[in-house]
């Protein structure tokens, strides 16, 4: 697998300095066409593969190994932040997410908690270290 040294042509489009080639961005849905994804998913929920370090690295490398692109987007959910706040999220197979407690009045907001967990990233933080080492052996 090719990881994008400091000086890539990613970096660069960043950069917003010319590169050899138009930068595309594309999105993925490993689930629709990667066997590798569809494998780890029927063994590990959305919830846990985004909190696990290990899983997260993995999916989010799998499509850069396969398609041998200049980067790629942390495998993570969009809905992770309602759980800090005091919400109960689950996904439920074939519906996907349910919040048990949903926000319906204004003592619901007002019940909503604001502040900067530190615990809801202590999952998070070990990504990019694991996702480097991980990157780092397949060169």
Known sequence: MRVA???SRFLDACRRRPTDVR???FMRQAGRYMKEYRQIRDRHGILEICKRPDLAATVTLQPVEMLDVDAAIIFADLL???EPMGLKL???KGEGPK???PVRTTDDVDSLSTAIPTTWVTWARPFSRWSARSAARCR
């Open 23 to 25: 930068p595309v961005w």
């Open 99 to 101: 919040i048990a407690n």
């Open 80 to 82: 992770l932040p309602v």
């Open 5 to 7: 040294p400091m000086t």
């Open 90 to 92: 689950r996904y439920e």
